[in-house]
């Protein structure tokens, strides 16, 4: 059983423990690298993107412990003829602990980011998938552009 809600600040290092996991798991951390100087870039970045607004993650808790994690960036480009607000998300910082996985968590963040930024002036999300990520993302509705994946509406 596990819960989903939106992070806040005092989740703030649990999103950079998640975060420095995933990129251990994906090889995108040099083996043997000192996680301390990025982390403390992470923190800084998560403690003042949250409260503006301009990154927003939902966590999913279970057994008391925050167990999984989802990120999206918010962002404006010059406006165009599909998205007169030129709002854009990114998702990113995806993340569930290995034993948790298969319960669907990952699938239930996606959604709820989703339907978050849906009642938003959003029009676009767009990520970067791993093959492991790949079908939950085509689940939910992104589909493979050229380079990365995207939910348009």
Do not use: C, Q
Request: without cysteine; aromatic residues 10%.
């Amino acid at each position: 059983m596990y819960r989903i809600r939106l992070a806040t600040l005092e989740d703030v290092d649990e999103l950079v423990r998640l975060r420095l996991d995933f990129l251990e798991e994906v090889g995108s951390l040099k083996s043997g690298a000192d996680g301390g100087e990025l982390g403390a870039a992470m923190r800084d970045y998560f403690a003042r993107k949250l409260p503006s607004g301009e990154f927003l993650a939902w966590v999913a808790e279970g057994e008391g412990a925050i167990v999984a994690t989802s990120g999206v960036t918010v962002f404006e480009r010059p406006p165009n003829g599909g998205n007169l607000a030129g709002l854009e998300a990114y998702l990113s910082n995806m993340y569930t602990l290995p034993a948790w996985r298969g319960r669907g968590i990952g699938t239930a963040l996606v959604a709820t980011a989703i339907e978050h930024l849906k009642r938003t002036r959003v029009r676009r999300i767009w990520l970067h998938a791993t093959d492991e990520g790949r079908p939950l993302y085509a689940k939910a509705g992104f589909v493979p552009s050229a380079t990365d994946m995207e939910l348009v509406w």
